[in-house]
C-alpha cells in the first residue's frame, strides 16, 4: 500500500464511509488480503452485497493474458511457465486494453483519485479512478444522471458499479 496510502484499516475506513455515497453505505465493501511469500503484493477485492465484484492482482492479470490468449503458452504446467512473458506483456498491454488490474494499479489509481477533482476521476481515462468516483458522495445526481448516457462504453465489469449507483439514486 505504501506510504502515499497509509493503513489499509484506514482506508477502506476512507472508501467504505467517508467517501462512498449515503445510498450505497452497507453494500460495498473493500478487501485486502496479503500472503505470505507474494513479496509484498496483495490481492484487493470489491464486493456489492458481500458477492465479489472485481479482483485486483498480479494473478488475475496473468490469467486474463493466460485466458485471452496473449501467452504463447496458454496451459501452463508449473510456476515459471505460468509467469513467463507477464512482464513483457504488461509492458505491451496498456491498461485500457483490459479488464483486470494489478493490486499496484488499484493503489496507483486510489492514489489519484484521493488527489484530484471528482469531475477529473469521474472522466479519467483510468477505469479504476472512474470506479472510485462513481461510488463516491460527491457525485451528484445530475452528474449521475448525464454519465448514465455512457453507460454502455463502460468495460462490462464497471457497468454494474455505474448500474448500482443508478439503481440506488432511482435515475
Not at 37 to 55: A, S, T
Request: hydrophobic share 35%; glycine share 6%; charged share 30%.
Amino acid at each position: 500500500m505504501s506510504k502515499i496510502l497509509g493503513s489499509w484499516s484506514g482506508m477502506r475506513k476512507y472508501l467504505e464511509q467517508e467517501m462512498l455515497a449515503e445510498c450505497l453505505r452497507g453494500r460495498i465493501r473493500y478487501n485486502c488480503t496479503a500472503y505470505v511469500g507474494m513479496d509484498g503484493c496483495r490481492i484487493f477485492e470489491i464486493y456489492i452485497d458481500n458477492k465479489l465484484v472485481k479482483q485486483f492482482s498480479w494473478e488475475t492479470v496473468n490469467s486474463y493474458f493466460i485466458n485471452n490468449g496473449y501467452k504463447k503458452e496458454l496451459n501452463p504446467v508449473g510456476i515459471r511457465e505460468y509467469w513467463d512473458e507477464f512482464w513483457p506483456l504488461m509492458d505491451t498491454v496498456p491498461m485500457k486494453s483490459r479488464t483486470e488490474y494489478t493490486d499496484e494499479e488499484f493503489c496507483d489509481a486510489l492514489g489519484k483519485y484521493r488527489n484530484q477533482s471528482i469531475k477529473d476521476s469521474i472522466n479519467s481515462e483510468n477505469p479504476l479512478e472512474r470506479m472510485f468516483a462513481i461510488l463516491d458522495r460527491r457525485i451528484g445526481k445530475r452528474t449521475i444522471a448525464h454519465i448514465k448516457e455512457s453507460l454502455e462504453k463502460q468495460p462490462e465489469w464497471l457497468q454494474i458499479l455505474y448500474r448500482l449507483r443508478l439503481d440506488s439514486e432511482s435515475i
